[in-house]
């Protein structure tokens, strides 16, 4: 038992990297989308996304970091671990943009629907199952989602009158 413990300790200490930034450094921060709409086996709104760049005020401990916030982020609290930062090379081409007012205090945003692209019916064994192509706002077409037709007309009901 202890060589297994050993040989996993080894191959985790191969994967994991020590992220370190100095005070003045600037970060993204890792804010991800909420939704309760639940697809077919597909995640990718959920993949994380980052917001930023904000400056490093302090370190505090061995793994987390105050930032300069911005006041419309006010109600978030301003130590963030290391885990929720990424380091931001500056770059002149960059027009960074995020809609502060939006996230919640657990650094979460909450999508909302912008248009219907599209419609069809899913047939299974036994039901057929209508669904609605959605485009989301911040997102590209590429990136819309099917979404069941019947959960969509009770969260966004404006859009099927």
């Known amino acids: 038992m202890k060589t297994a413990q050993s040989r ?5 200490n191969k994967c994991k990297r020590d992220l370190e930034f100095e005070v003045g450094n600037k970060v993204f921060l890792k804010v991800a ?3 309760g709409v639940m697809r077919f086996g597909q995640n990718r709104k959920l993949n994380p996304r980052y917001i930023g760049h904000f400056e490093i005020l302090k370190r ?11 006041s419309s982020l006010s109600s978030i609290h301003g130590t963030f671990h290391v885990s929720m930062l990424c380091k931001y090379i500056a770059d002149l081409s960059h027009v960074l943009k995020y809609e502060a007012s939006e996230l919640k205090p ?18 299974l064994r036994n039901k057929s199952i209508p669904l609605v192509k959605v485009l989301w706002r911040n997102q ?12 969509m007309k009770i969260k966004y009901p404006k859009l099927f009158g």
């Open 60 to 70: 505090v401990g061995k793994l987390a970091y105050e930032l300069a916030l911005p």
């Open 106 to 123: 657990n650094l979460r945003y909450e999508e909302k629907l912008v248009q219907i692209l599209d419609r069809r019916l899913k047939e």
């Open 8 to 12: 996993q300790k080894s191959y985790a």
């Open 140 to 151: 590209l077409v590429e990136e819309a989602t099917w979404e069941k037709e019947d959960e």
């Open 33 to 35: 989308p909420m939704k």
